[in-house]
């Protein structure tokens, strides 16, 4: 699979990485042997960048991880993990001594001295422009327990504000078919300040997988059916803070776009790769043949890249208007 430098960690992932939210089971029951079966077959099928935070199961998507990796000593993975969700969202919060709570507990549950990337997780706007945190994000740096550090951001904004810094090492926002506003500024930003971007959300929470319909029934546990009014966290987080009937549409429309011998979701993944700027892309996957045909749209992005003004097309006609001003 094709690598790309992860920003200024200078570490080449695989263009298709891997997101682990769902191995905490935060969108239903997965068993142990199910999440290692999904990382044995990430593994095999060329991927290099697993993407974890501390929230994740309350820990159990880093242990899951950690254990992984313990037991495939060999493996050269990159795993980013995400921290400050397990506290009240105010700016206070986001200290140095909290910092070292949350990346010592990170460590234990990854197995590590050192991590590779922390992000902060989507804190509240104005810790992206505060100065006493990048500055204990560099003293974390220089005391040797993370290796690089970025950020994860709700809003274009948000990630705008990071990359003006000069240590920030990557941005991790929603980009894909739906959500469409980072192309404007934000990947041109971050080339240009050689910060890696990590697309996530790749799919819209599934939308894009062409497999949904009206009639689709969510687990009382999974994130698509109690936050879809953003009850719980940012609605941009469930099916991009699209619509749910008028994503479906847009899905039934994209997936004409699709090339002969590509499935929806990997034409879908494979459109962002194709993005001047990305360096990662992290669908999740809840088996091991959804994670081999999530790895497989790397192979599909010459194709991809041909639909962009279609897709473009598609966004105007139903989220432009709604979803641009947003995020």
């Known amino acids: 699979m094709e690598k790309r430098t992860l920003g200024t960690t200078g570490h080449p992932v695989s263009v298709i990485g891997l997101g682990t939210w769902q191995l905490g089971a935060d969108w239903g029951e997965v068993e142990d042997e199910d999440a290692v079966a999904v990382l044995d077959a990430a593994v095999e099928a060329g991927v290099t960048f697993f993407d974890t935070a501390d929230v994740y199961g309350d820990g159990r998507s880093e242990s899951t991880i950690g254990a992984f990796l313990k037991d495939n000593p060999d493996l050269d993975i990159f795993v ?15 200290t140095l001594a909290n910092f070292r709570q949350w990346i010592d507990r990170s460590r234990t549950n990854l197995g590590v001295d050192t991590l590779d990337l922390v992000q902060l997780h989507c804190p509240p706007t104005s810790v992206y422009s505060s100065d006493e945190v990048y500055d ?37 926002i929603i980009l894909n078919a739906f959500r469409l506003k980072p192309l404007d500024d934000v990947l041109p930003a971050a080339k240009a300040a050689g910060v890696g971007i990590i697309a996530r959300v790749p799919l819209a929470s599934g939308l894009l997988s062409g497999k949904y319909t009206s009639d689709t029934a969510f687990a009382e546990n999974d994130h698509r059916n109690y936050n879809r009014n953003g009850a719980a966290f940012d609605v941009g987080e469930t099916f991009s803070g699209v619509d749910y009937e008028t994503g479906l549409q847009a899905a039934r ?72 001003p947003k995020w």
């Open 136 to 172: 204990a994000l560099d003293t974390l740096v220089s005391d040797g327990v993370i290796r690089n550090y970025g950020v994860s951001v709700e809003r274009t904004d948000e990630a705008l504000a990071a990359i003006s810094r000069g240590n920030t090492a990557s941005v991790q």
């Open 80 to 94: 980013g993990t995400k921290m400050g969700r397990r506290v009240d969202q105010i700016p206070e919060n986001y």
């Open 253 to 324: 429309e994209f997936a004409e776009l699709v090339p002969e011998g590509t499935t929806t979701a990997q034409a879908a993944l494979a459109w962002i790769v194709a993005q001047d700027g990305v360096s990662t892309v992290i669908p999740g996957a809840r088996t091991p043949e959804q994670a081999r045909a999530n790895a497989a749209a790397a192979g599909f992005t010459d194709a991809a890249a041909g639909i962009s003004d279609a897709v473009t097309a598609i966004y105007d006609r139903h989220f432009r208007a709604t979803v641009h």
